[in-house]
């Protein structure tokens, strides 16, 4: 009996563990909060798009955040729970997000409404060191995100279609860091769009 209920013990954490968001978007440890502010370029001029504040566990997993778009009116706000994500957005029906941990370093992240009307899901497939490998849209696009890395920074993100053609890829480069490791400044440069973005990140520690 007791051995039947640690295997449930462990299929329930499984079921609900998730990878530390400081891990997948190479945060330093410690850190407290943070806000990201992302803009698009154009003629050289940076356009706020929008400002996301987070707010994290001890562990390095996002407790709530909240995005605005330039004028302030709120995107999206989420919320951690014991076993779920809350994600609330403006006008539309809460998401209640689940993930799956997965074998082979895999997440499967399920996003429902109240009525459990399936809005979303995607596996998640991470390197050792917890970073993200691969994101495999399971739901509507089906395209797969695959990141590349080099000297510990994200520095490509190719995506694809369920049929393997090219359907953007994306040149990222760190422009400065702080004294422990975050990286401040990122610009995103798509190679078919020529779309430019700067990533600007402002963290507590």
Not at 11 to 17: E, H, I, K, R, Y
Not at 18 to 37: F, M, N
Not at 81 to 109: A, H, M, N, S
Request: net charge positive; glycine share 4%; aromatic share 12%.
């Amino acid at each position: 009996m007791k051995a039947l209920l640690y295997f449930i013990l462990i299929l329930t954490l499984q079921s609900c563990a998730t990878k530390k968001y400081i891990k997948t978007q190479l945060l330093p440890e410690g850190i407290k909060s943070a806000t990201e502010e992302t803009y698009k370029v154009v003629d050289n001029e940076q356009q706020l798009l929008q400002k996301k504040e987070m707010i994290f566990t001890a562990n390095g997993r996002i407790k709530h955040s909240k995005t605005v778009d330039a004028e302030g009116n709120i995107i999206q706000e989420t919320k951690k729970k014991l076993w779920f994500i809350v994600e609330l957005y403006p006008g539309k029906e809460t998401y209640y997000c689940k993930t799956r941990w997965k074998p082979g370093q895999r997440e499967r992240i399920s996003c429902y409404t109240r009525k459990q009307y399936k809005e979303n899901e995607s596996i998640y497939h991470y390197n050792a060191d917890g970073t993200i490998d691969k994101i495999v849209d399971n739901f509507t696009t089906f395209y797969t995100q695959y990141f590349y890395y080099s000297n510990n920074e994200l520095s490509r993100i190719v995506v694809k279609d369920k049929n393997n053609q090219l359907i953007d890829e994306i040149l990222i480069r760190c422009e400065s860091k702080d004294e422990k490791g975050a990286c401040l400044k990122e610009t995103r440069i798509s190679i078919i769009t020529k779309n430019k973005e700067v990533r600007q990140l402002s963290a507590n520690y």
